[in-house]
């Protein structure tokens, strides 16, 4: 799940300054799931840009705006009312305004209602939680599922720092130490030996960007 928070509405006023007429696509997956992009949230939006003497000229929610395919038909289909559009407001996550911008044949401008934060798990409370940060290089299987990469504060990848105390991590105490988790987890499961293992630093050129995983196959 990509998390996003939607932006002050005025920051979102401003940025359509001097456009009058708007197209607005929401996502029917990540930013429905953020509540900052889904039908509910996207009805808020027309009203208050109507309401601030915007002419909402239509929207479309795409199921994952962030899909090539998906795009491209949502756009076809509203082929007209975006040409007759000055601005397009994308409110889904970064990766659905690009690749938004990407398949529109139209010169419109493109502006974001997100903030587009990180890949967050959802938990019971409908919370959103980092638990990820795509090294490109997985060590869960060490680690007894738990992400020190992420969750440990300073990305220690070899056990807790000096820091730690009851379990809880020194740079914010109502965080637990990911170490502590870590450690606990392996107990309980009977693989402490796992410990024993060095892990090496992490290999940041798997992280240098822009990153791409091409899936034609080469003839
Ligand atoms: S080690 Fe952590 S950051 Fe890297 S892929 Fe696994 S879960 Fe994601
Ligand atoms: S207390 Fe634990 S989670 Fe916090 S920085 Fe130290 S090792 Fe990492």
Redesign the pocket.
């Known amino acids: 799940m990509i998390t996003t928070k939607q932006k002050e509405r005025s920051e979102i006023l401003k940025s359509l300054e001097g456009q009058c007429k708007v197209f607005i696509v929401g996502c029917g997956e990540c930013a429905t799931a953020c509540k900052t992009g889904g039908e509910e949230e996207v009805k808020e939006m027309k009203a208050f840009l109507e309401a601030n003497g915007k002419v909402v000229t239509g929207f479309v929610i795409p199921d994952a705006p962030c899909v090539s395919s998906q795009t491209r038909t949502a756009l076809g289909k509203n082929k007209k009312i975006v040409k007759e559009s000055d601005a397009i407001l994308v409110m889904a996550c970064g990766l659905g305004a690009q690749c938004l911008k990407e398949n529109l044949k139209e010169d419109k401008a493109v502006h974001v209602s997100n903030d587009t934060l990180f890949i967050g798990e959802i938990d019971r409370e409908g919370n959103f939680l980092e638990?990820?940060?795509?090294?490109?290089?997985?060590?869960?299987e060490l680690t007894g599922g738990i992400?020190p990469?992420?969750r440990c504060s300073k990305g220690l990848m070899n056990g807790p720092c000096g820091g730690m105390d009851k379990g809880k991590c020194e740079v914010d105490r109502t965080l637990d130490c990911a170490w502590a988790l870590i450690y606990n987890q392996l107990k309980e499961k009977g693989t402490l030996y796992l410990l024993k293992r060095y892990i090496p630093p992490k290999d940041y050129s798997k992280m240098q960007k822009p990153r791409s995983r091409i899936m034609k196959k080469a003839v």
């Open positions: 638990r990820c940060s795509a090294c490109g290089e997985c060590i869960l992400c990469v992420t």
